[in-house]
């Protein structure tokens, strides 16, 4: 079951600026994560949450937790960029972000699959994606290498 991890502070109520990490699983968190797992509040939640933060789509309003159990308000995202260098910037966000990761815990099992999304990264061309977009792109970035059969990784699931 998917779950995610906020900063634990002094009340049981979090939003977007706490969260820390998503992962999938539970073994995905034993096998990949270096966080220490007491240091942090921890809430389960649905494959679609998961995967609507894991892909940009969704964005945490608050959150309630009480006994592991987050009661969650989401916000659908829909980003759009009509700029290449808008986009371009978010792509070599996302390359810093997986090549520090590589760097750092290249031993990692779920660094193979950092390295994969890297190399996806860096043959995207902004330019390209907003041309076939008609020059404006609406929707996430994660979502529309999903969409092409990419395996993507956001960056709170390196951590």
Known sequence: ????????????????ADLVAIFDSQKTFDENSV???????????????????RK???????????????????????????QSA???THINTLKDQMSDWIKIFPSKPITSIANS????????????????????????LESYLEDRGYTVLNPLQLR
Do not use: H, W
């Open 1 to 16: 079951m998917p779950f995610l991890f906020f900063l634990k502070k002094n009340t049981n109520i979090f939003t977007q």
């Open 35 to 53: 966080l220490t797992e007491n240091l942090y509040e921890k809430a389960s939640i649905t494959e679609d949450e998961f995967n609507g933060i």
């Open 117 to 140: 999304y890297l190399i996806t990264l860096n043959s995207l061309n902004a330019d390209n994606i907003l041309l076939e977009a008609n020059g404006y792109f609406q929707g996430s």
């Open 86 to 88: 808008d986009l371009s």
């Open 56 to 82: 940009n789509n969704k964005e945490i309003i608050s959150c309630v937790i009480s006994n592991g159990v987050g009661n969650i308000t989401f916000r659908e995202l829909v980003p759009s960029f009509s």
